[in-house]
């Protein structure tokens, strides 16, 4: 009788395993079949898309009235030109300064509006939303607006003359202040000479000034108007995080508002500084919309940038390998932003 009963227990815990193992494999089955379409589109219109793109940069002449993808005797003959180009060598120099400009001022004054917004009690939620609503603007609208007040003719330069600023300066140095904004071509600060004398080979490669072009301060201020508002509202999540006691236990232990900030609040905030600057810095990095409708190229390049170079070289210079190769350099300099920080993120999540 017991052998009986333990033969019956064996085998309805054999077929629950056996069930169990088929509702998992079906679990499983339907999970992939509920992901590959995704998985199919991703690769198709993302990765497929991106190695077409890396095969035209390689090619000889390729454009959609000669679909010839023959490759350039030397594999990387197009990205040798493409580098050597004085216009791209500008493009590159304008993006890397408007990236770590943007970075700095919209992390600065987003954190001291967090801070400020956080301190507030009465009509804190009205603050939030004034602060935000630039982020909810399209960049068209931004670099639309922001060209009007930085063009010489009106704008802040009007505002400058009937503020009196203007006849006043002109009362002790002699002559009109009228600044040129995006129009100014002035490169300030130019490194070129410290660079030749440091690598005397670069002295013929270098084509373009490599300094702070005057007429990307404008872009700058437009793009940080806009951005601050979502730099703070990262900050004020991660201020929410912070514990109250840790912040009583400061103010117990005399800490004043600097040093508790400095010694307390600013440590607890650096994984959201991290992810701000990744955002944004992608975000910067891709930059387009607002420097067309805001500056285009620029005098002299010097608010041009590398997507408007691989516009202007794929729709109407029709170069689609010139312009391939570009979008790959843009690719590479997103990739060394955002991909260092996928890493550590997986590496903490395996952990």
């Known amino acids: 009788m017991a052998d009986t009963a333990t033969s019956l227990g064996v085998r309805r815990s054999s077929i629950r395993r056996a069930s169990g193992s088929r509702l998992h494999r079906g679990r499983r089955t339907l999970a992939a079949a ?49 580098m050597a180009t004085p216009r791209f060598q500008a493009s590159l120099r304008n993006i890397i300064i408007f990236t770590i400009a943007v970075l700095v001022v919209s992390v600065v004054v987003g954190m001291v509006l967090a801070l400020i917004v956080d301190k507030t009690v009465r009509a804190s939620g009205l603050f939030r939303s004034i602060y935000l609503l630039p982020y909810a603007l399209s960049f068209i609208v931004t670099g639309v607006v922001w060209r009007w007040i930085f063009t010489p003719e009106t704008g802040i330069n009007l505002l400058l003359q009937a503020s009196g600023v203007s006849g006043l300066y002109q009362s002790v140095t002699g002559e009109p202040l009228k600044p040129g904004w995006i129009t100014d071509p ?69 800490a004043g508002a600097w040093r508790g900030f400095w010694n307390i609040t600013f440590p607890l905030l650096r994984p959201t ?73 997986y590496a903490r999540e395996d952990a």
Request: aromatic share 10%.
């Open 34 to 82: 509920l992901f590959a379409p995704t998985l199919l589109v991703v690769g198709i219109f993302v990765y497929g898309f991106i190695a077409f793109t890396l095969r035209v940069s390689v090619s000889k002449d390729y454009n959609p009235l000669n679909r010839d993808l023959t490759a350039t005797p030397g594999l990387l003959d197009n990205y040798a030109e493409l």
């Open 273 to 345: 500084i991290v992810i701000a600057l990744v955002l944004l810095g992608h975000v910067a990095l891709k930059s387009f919309d607002l420097f067309y409708a805001m500056v285009g190229s620029g005098p002299g390049f010097a608010t041009d940038i590398p997507g408007i170079f691989v516009y202007d070289q794929m729709f109407r210079a029709l170069n689609y390998n010139i312009g391939a190769a570009a979008s790959i350099v843009m690719l590479v300099l997103v990739s060394v932003v955002v991909v260092p920080y996928l890493a550590r993120t």
């Open 186 to 254: 002035t490169v300030a600060g130019s490194v070129n000479d410290l660079i030749a004398a440091v690598f005397p080979g670069a002295a013929d490669f270098l084509q373009a000034q490599l300094g702070i072009p005057l007429a990307l301060i404008p872009v700058v201020v437009a793009a940080s108007w806009q951005l601050s508002g979502f730099a703070m509202a990262m900050f004020l999540a991660g201020l929410g995080g912070i514990p109250e006691e840790i912040k009583e236990a400061s103010r117990v232990d005399g």
